[in-house]
């Protein structure tokens, strides 16, 4: 089993860098891996997530576009909560088939209308890379899989 931060809040950003200036909302998007780039490891087996934002997240979500171009939604929270964060597994395994590209998108309000905006009145909000601290800003998503096996679809996790 692989457990790895493939999307996370540097190089996959889009529409990087992730800051988030005061007064403002702002939509930003990764993925893994970045356009233009192969990537192929196989098929894989999704057996959970973990999507990681600090405390001006609003929503955040996370899919596959499939090499069919069809989209596969992981995880949709359309209400941030920093307090409740946490890794959520799936209630079956599912298969990432190989040149997935995985996609993340996350929304962060900077404005005073966020009741978790840690600073009144709003200021410049950005990753600060190497900062812990909440009141500095993520955007990731944590990825626990397994090489494909036929079946792996079948196997509950519940």
């Known amino acids: 089993v692989f457990i790895q931060p493939l999307l996370y809040h540097e190089t996959p950003i889009i529409n990087s860098p992730l800051t988030i ?24 087996s999704l057996l959970g997530i973990f999507p990681h934002m600090h405390l001006i997240g609003r929503s955040i979500k996370s899919y596959g576009i499939l090499p069919s171009g069809d989209t596969d939604k992981y995880i949709r929270i359309n209400k941030w909560d920093f307090h409740w964060q946490g890794f959520y597994m799936l209630p079956r395994l599912r298969k990432i088939p190989n040149l997935t590209s995985l996609r993340a998108e996350a929304v962060y309000d900077n404005t005073t209308a966020n009741l978790n905006n840690p600073f009144n009145p709003p200021q410049l909000v950005t990753d600060r890379q190497g900062s812990m601290k909440a009141t500095d800003e993520m955007f990731q998503f944590i990825i626990s899989y397994l090489p494909y096996q036929p079946g792996d679809e079948n196997i509950s996790l519940e």
Request: glycine share 8%; no cysteine.
């Open 21 to 44: 200036p005061a007064n403002t909302v702002k939509t930003f998007t990764e993925q893994f891996p970045p356009a233009g780039i192969p990537f192929s490891i196989g098929d894989q």
